[in-house]
């Protein structure tokens, strides 16, 4: 969609890598207004909702990113709404907002925000000046690539796998270390309108920093990271769905199952079968502080009574990270359990799998965050006998 507003010389449009809108609207002086981008999903996925959720649970538009160009001979004050509709994740568009200028996105002053109902963004353009904003600070497939690549290149820790290829041909990547005994996953979500990769290249980066810590589990543990596991949505400007409306994230059951499947499903499960990893952790981002942080752990009896005491601790130390915790454990019997990857991670390879939502309000913060989070997870795996074996430091003048 493309709009151009001649009397002011501002044209609005959602047609870039990322951008993510429908219909939009002049609603008065260098004022507009625009929809969420329509996604549908599957009826199989939709039922589900229907009948679990009353038609909630798992909102189905929450991106939303347009460009602003202006070619105006002066500078113009400029109102961009985003509304939030019915089916539109109406709890999750809460500010900050950001607004990209180059060379990076920044936030927005607090904007006008009415809750369950749309979003006012004011900002100054100067002559002949082009910007984005958005409700989040999104990267793209290209950058992502880019960052994992460099990674790999200036770091012999790494190595970049292609697990596979998109419905629109781009390439399903992990960034993995060296083969261990045991293996930790550091996945982002497959929605796309809550964007990890940062916080997953963040551990990634933090592993290079030749930490005892950092050097110790990279001895103990094979990392693998997979920062944009749906690079069709993410360039989409896609919530939950990819290039073709699928829901790669809900479709782990069906895939088991014999049933079709996402591409991205199939990619990165055939990846889980060949890793059989012993912990994998997702972050999903909202870059928000009204709330406290979320984690959706899975409960005890997912997992064979030998490794009960294991997953007690790693429970425990992530509990221990935050005073206070929105959580709720994946408990059998739940609408839509076995849909995704955590219960089928427990089940077929006795994984400790964790949802983590983290809410901070910079990308910095939520990086900081997940390297904490991932830390801690690794420590609390390895156990209180690797801990204890740690070394005192060698010392040396300098």
């Not at 009574?305 to 130390?317: G, N, P, T, Y």
């Not at 006795?350 to 983290?358: D, F, G, M, P, V």
């Given at each position: 969609?493309i ?7 501002i044209?609005?449009d ?8 429908g ?28 009948r679990?959720?009353?038609?909630a ?5 929450y ?6 160009t ?31 200028r ?14 369950d ?75 796309p ?53 699928e829901?790669?994230?809900?479709s ?31 972050f ?23 490794l ?11 509990t ?36 983590y939502?983290?809410?901070?309000i ?28 740690r ?8």
């Amino acid at each position: 969609m493309i709009l151009h507003d001649p009397e002011s010389g501002i044209t609005l449009d959602a047609d870039f890598v990322c951008g993510s809108a429908g219909e939009i609207r002049k609603t008065g002086p260098c004022a507009y207004e625009a929809d969420p981008l329509p996604e549908t999903v599957p009826d199989w996925f939709l039922e589900a909702l229907q009948r679990h959720f009353a038609g909630a649970g798992v909102p189905r538009e929450y991106a939303c990113a347009v460009r602003v160009t202006s070619s105006a001979l002066e500078r113009r004050r400029v109102t961009v709404r985003f509304i939030f509709t019915k089916t539109n994740g109406r709890g999750y568009m809460r500010p900050p907002y950001w607004i990209y200028r180059e060379p990076r996105w920044r936030p927005l002053p607090t904007p006008a925000f009415v809750k369950d109902s749309h979003v006012d963004l004011t900002f100054d353009l100067a002559p002949g000046e082009s910007v984005k904003v958005a409700n989040k600070p999104y990267v793209t497939p290209d950058q992502v690539a880019e960052e994992m690549e460099d990674l790999a290149a200036v770091s012999d820790l790494f190595s970049v796998r292609e697990l596979g290829r998109t419905a629109q041909g781009r390439p399903l990547l992990a960034l993995e270390t060296a083969q261990r005994e045991e293996t930790i996953v550091v996945g982002a979500t497959m929605q796309p309108a809550e964007p990890a990769a940062r916080p997953v290249l963040a551990v990634a980066h933090w592993l290079t920093g030749r930490s005892d810590i950092a050097l110790r589990l990279l001895d103990r543990f094979r990392f693998c990271f997979l920062p944009m596991p749906n690079p069709d949505g993410a360039a989409g400007g896609r919530s939950v769905t990819n290039a073709l409306g699928e829901v790669p994230m809900f479709s782990f059951g069906r895939l088991i199952a014999g049933e079709p499947a996402p591409l991205e499903t199939k990619a990165v499960w055939d990846y889980m079968t060949a890793l059989q990893p012993d912990a994998y952790v997702e972050f999903h981002t909202h870059y928000q502080a009204h709330t406290f942080h979320k984690l959706n752990p899975l409960a005890l009896d997912w997992f064979p009574l030998a490794l009960h005491d294991r997953v007690k601790r790693v429970d425990a130390a992530l509990t221990a990270l935050n005073a206070e915790w929105r959580m709720t454990p994946i408990e059998r019997g739940m609408p839509l359990e076995d849909t995704g990857k955590f219960t089928n991670l427990a089940v077929h390879f006795q994984a400790l799998a964790y949802c983590y939502q983290i809410y901070t309000i910079t990308e910095e913060a939520t990086c900081a965050h997940a390297v904490e989070a991932v830390s801690t997870l690794a420590q609390a795996l390895a156990g209180p006998a690797w801990a204890a074996a740690r070394k005192p430091p060698n010392i040396i003048k300098g």
